[in-house]
């Protein structure tokens, strides 16, 4: 049952205010050259950047800012509409900070979201990886017909920035994954998965990054404020051909000196070597409540399987 607003009628009114944020950025009409010089042809280019560029920058910022608020209504609106997605604990495992596995949506999902947490999550944190998984079920539900999004802690993250510098919970992750999403695609399941999408968010960016290069049976994966592409060898990560990789990061997000640091352990940053996506979040933690962030992960969701 609907109720209010439709959401795909907002969902329309912010893509039409995007495309005309686009438009105006990209608009920069044609300033004197140097076939005209002079104090007349100064001040007729500080008039026009004042005038004509200056309010079109302002404009568009206010345009996308407006194109995020109706993301989000529509999602507020969808969410008030729908009854609540089923949720399920796949897998728990209470031995040391421990590890669990939950799913929200149906079982027989075709379509198989994985989050991947990073430094310091634990069980203790379980209630709030499972809303953002149920956030995330919520926004991409409209993209996606037949969806599952999973909160996977299957390996026993770093408890700290420091631990972070060490590779082997990335690669003893890599492998968990790698035999996770196996058992998913295993032939015998009926009906069969036919895309899945790894969102690996810092630290577990790395473990998506290197599980892509272990051979993870994924169809894209997104990497959201990751120190880095998950292994120095880029190519064994953005080279697979039946893979695509984006990346995100938060202007004001730390992590973004981490690189410069880690590059030996993790690579070269994921913005410089992978596909980008959008995000208006800030700081760390935000990229999965970030209505940008979430419309750019439903259009990767939501692509085509690959024959």
Do not use: K, N
């Not at 309010?55 to 345009?63: E, K, T």
């Not at 669990?100 to 203790?124: E, I, K, M």
């Not at 051909?241 to 730390?254: G, K, M, Q």
């Not at 640091?261 to 940053?269: C, H, Q, S, V």
């Amino acid at each position: 049952m609907r109720l209010g607003a439709d959401p795909d009628a907002i969902d329309d009114l912010a893509r039409a205010h995007r495309v005309l944020s686009s438009r105006l950025r990209r608009r920069r009409p044609a300033v004197p050259d140097g076939s005209w010089t002079g104090p007349d042809a100064r001040r007729f280019a500080e008039e026009y950047r004042r005038l004509v560029v200056g309010p079109s920058v302002r404009a568009a910022a206010v345009l996308d800012s407006v194109a995020s608020a109706l993301v989000l209504q529509a999602r507020e609106q969808r969410a008030a509409s729908a009854s609540a997605a089923p949720g399920e604990t796949v897998w728990v495992d209470g031995s040391g900070d421990g590890r669990f596995v939950h799913r929200v949506g149906p079982p027989d999902a075709s379509t198989v979201v994985v989050l991947v947490p990073g430094v310091g999550t634990d069980l203790g944190d379980r209630p709030s990886f499972v809303r953002d998984a149920e956030a995330v079920h919520a926004a991409l539900t409209p993209a996606v017909s037949s969806l599952a999004v999973v909160a996977w802690l299957g390996y026993d993250p770093p408890d700290t920035v420091p631990g972070a510098l060490s590779p082997r919970p990335a690669d003893d992750g890599a492998a968990r994954l790698v035999a996770d999403l196996d058992h998913l695609r295993r032939p015998d399941r009926v009906p069969q998965v036919e895309r899945v999408v790894v969102v690996g968010h810092s630290y577990g960016g790395v473990v998506a990054g290197r599980s892509v290069a272990a051979g993870a049976r994924a169809d894209a994966v997104v990497l959201l404020g990751a120190p880095g592409i998950g292994l120095p060898d880029a190519d064994r990560v953005v080279g697979r051909p039946d893979v695509r990789v984006y990346a995100a990061r938060a202007e004001d997000d730390p992590i973004a000196h981490v690189p410069r640091i880690a590059g030996p352990l993790y690579g070269p940053d994921p913005l410089e070597v992978a596909e980008r996506l959008p995000t208006a979040a800030s700081g760390h933690s935000g990229y999965l409540g970030d209505p940008v962030l979430l419309g750019g992960l439903a259009d990767v969701v939501g692509e085509p399987v690959r024959s």
